[in-house]
């Protein structure tokens, strides 16, 4: 891997990589040992959700749920914006349009200069809220991991007409993006297990009927004790229908399968988690940790603070804070061993990894810079 690949695949949006190395300056402040601020935080505001997917990774991430209140996630978006905080995206442990907040945290994000973008099963957005939400947005991005209705169902754990409901709000996303003139991206995902193969196909056929900017197809992530039962071995016998898949893209629908990480088969090349600090996860009680895979209370040792409790600025800059990130970037950590598979500072610490063994050189990747550039 190098600098110089990491858009060679993309011609519009970087799905499949990291948009890291665009942030030199705070790699060289974190080389120089300085208390760094994240690029991004993904975060939730709520641990509580409508839906019941199959895939759901949040049930493992149980922790004591504190409210995020409005006046909460006020100062803490205060704090991010003083302290250089670039992208927030309300994705992590929980539904984050449940929260009475939700509308008032994108606006008031939006309004301090910070990207801010939604993760979603978008059951309960309408016209309305899309309104209040889009302009602010960077991307909005609906979970949707199944192309029928009857298996929408089954795989998500809702009922068969929800999924009616959700793709009509995915075309008035389309609708009010057009007529508003916004560059906020609108993206599908889904969540890819084996079993589902039989949805690759539809979803991105309904894709190309709903027309969101892009379909994201990605692997599913599991802990380090196999709890969801992901059979990494299983994706290989789906590479051609994948390839189909991708066929479906056009000029305006961009179809991705997240390919590195499939091939990956949950497996990681490097063993210092150095990611953290740049892309941090906070869970939707307000729980800061290194990462999602460390928010159950069994992992404890790693729990920095809360912010329902505590000024984020002053969790950023505390000693506790740092103790933790610099236990994971020592020989005493193996993310090989330690870890659940293929996490979302994987990709940040493929680079990096790279980088401390010299295999590869900091420099701005050529060309325009990508979409989303403070979603790293």
Same mark, same amino acid.
């Given at each position: 891997?190098?600098?110089?690949s990491?858009?060679e695949e993309?011609?519009r949006l970087?799905l499949?990589?990291?948009?890291?190395?665009?942030?030199q300056?705070r790699?060289a402040?974190w080389?120089?040992?300085?208390?760094?601020?994240?690029?991004?935080i993904?975060?939730?505001l709520?641990?509580a959700?409508n839906?019941?997917?199959?895939?759901?990774?949040?049930?493992?991430?149980?922790?004591?749920?504190?409210?995020?209140?409005?006046?909460?996630?006020i100062?803490?978006?205060?704090?991010c914006?003083?302290i250089?905080?670039k992208?927030?995206s309300?994705v992590s442990?929980?539904?984050?349009? %449940?929260s /009475?907040?939700?509308i008032?945290? &994108?606006v008031?994000g939006?309004k +301090? !200069?910070?990207?801010?973008a939604?993760g979603?099963n978008?059951?309960l957005l309408n016209?309305?809220?899309?309104?209040?939400i889009?302009?602010?947005l960077?991307?909005l991005?609906?979970?949707i991991?199944a192309?029928e209705p009857?298996?929408?169902?089954?795989i998500?754990?809702?009922?068969e007409?929800w999924?009616?409901?959700?793709c009509?709000n995915?075309?008035?996303m389309?609708k009010i993006?057009d007529?508003e003139?916004?560059?906020v991206?609108i993206?599908?995902?889904?969540v %890819?297990? /084996?079993?589902?193969?039989d949805? &690759?196909?539809p979803?991105?056929k +309904? !894709?190309?009927?709903l027309r969101?900017?892009?379909?994201v197809?990605?692997?599913?992530?599991d802990?380090?004790?196999g709890f969801?039962g992901v059979?990494?071995?299983g994706y290989?016998k789906?590479?051609?229908k994948?390839?189909?898949?991708?066929?479906?893209?056009?000029d305006?629908?961009?179809v991705?399968?997240?390919?590195?990480k499939?091939?990956d088969?949950?497996t990681r090349s490097?063993?210092?988690?150095?990611?953290a600090?740049?892309?941090l996860?906070?869970?939707?009680s307000?729980l800061?940790?290194?990462?999602?895979m460390?928010f159950?209370e069994?992992?404890?040792?790693?729990?920095?603070?809360?912010?329902v409790t505590?000024?984020?600025?002053d969790?950023?800059y505390?000693d506790?804070?740092w103790?933790v990130m610099n236990?994971?970037a020592?020989?005493s950590f193996?993310?090989q061993?330690m870890?659940?598979s293929?996490c979302?500072?994987?990709?940040v610490?493929?680079?990096?990894?790279?980088?401390?063994?010299?295999?590869i050189?900091l420099?701005i990747?050529?060309?325009?810079?990508?979409?989303?550039?403070?979603?790293?």
């Amino acid at each position: 891997m190098s600098v110089s690949s990491l858009g060679e695949e993309h011609t519009r949006l970087i799905l499949d990589g990291t948009k890291i190395a665009w942030h030199q300056d705070r790699i060289a402040a974190w080389e120089r040992g300085e208390r760094i601020a994240p690029i991004t935080i993904d975060m939730a505001l709520t641990r509580a959700c409508n839906f019941g997917c199959n895939y759901c990774y949040a049930m493992m991430q149980e922790n004591e749920r504190l409210p995020i209140t409005k006046d909460v996630i006020i100062n803490f978006l205060d704090d991010c914006a003083e302290i250089g905080v670039k992208g927030i995206s309300l994705v992590s442990d929980g539904e984050s349009t %449940l929260s /009475p907040a939700f509308i008032d945290t &994108i606006v008031h994000g939006g309004k +301090l !200069g910070i990207s801010m973008a939604v993760g979603t099963n978008a059951y309960l957005l309408n016209e309305r809220k899309l309104r209040e939400i889009l302009p602010h947005l960077a991307y909005l991005r609906v979970n949707i991991t199944a192309g029928e209705p009857a298996r929408y169902a089954e795989i998500m754990g809702v009922k068969e007409e929800w999924f009616y409901k959700v793709c009509e709000n995915i075309r008035l996303m389309r609708k009010i993006k057009d007529e508003e003139g916004l560059s906020v991206t609108i993206g599908m995902q889904m969540v %890819l297990m /084996p079993q589902y193969e039989d949805q &690759i196909i539809p979803l991105a056929k +309904l !894709g190309k009927e709903l027309r969101p900017d892009y379909l994201v197809i990605k692997h599913c992530s599991d802990n380090e004790d196999g709890f969801l039962g992901v059979d990494y071995g299983g994706y290989k016998k789906l590479y051609d229908k994948l390839h189909e898949a991708e066929g479906y893209s056009d000029d305006d629908y961009q179809v991705t399968v997240k390919w590195s990480k499939i091939k990956d088969e949950g497996t990681r090349s490097y063993q210092r988690c150095y990611g953290a600090p740049f892309i941090l996860q906070i869970s939707g009680s307000g729980l800061i940790a290194p990462c999602g895979m460390l928010f159950n209370e069994q992992y404890k040792k790693f729990h920095i603070g809360n912010i329902v409790t505590e000024r984020f600025k002053d969790i950023i800059y505390g000693d506790r804070y740092w103790e933790v990130m610099n236990y994971l970037a020592s020989p005493s950590f193996n993310a090989q061993k330690m870890c659940g598979s293929l996490c979302l500072q994987h990709k940040v610490n493929e680079y990096l990894d790279g980088y401390k063994k010299g295999n590869i050189e900091l420099a701005i990747p050529d060309g325009p810079l990508p979409n989303h550039l403070n979603f790293i």
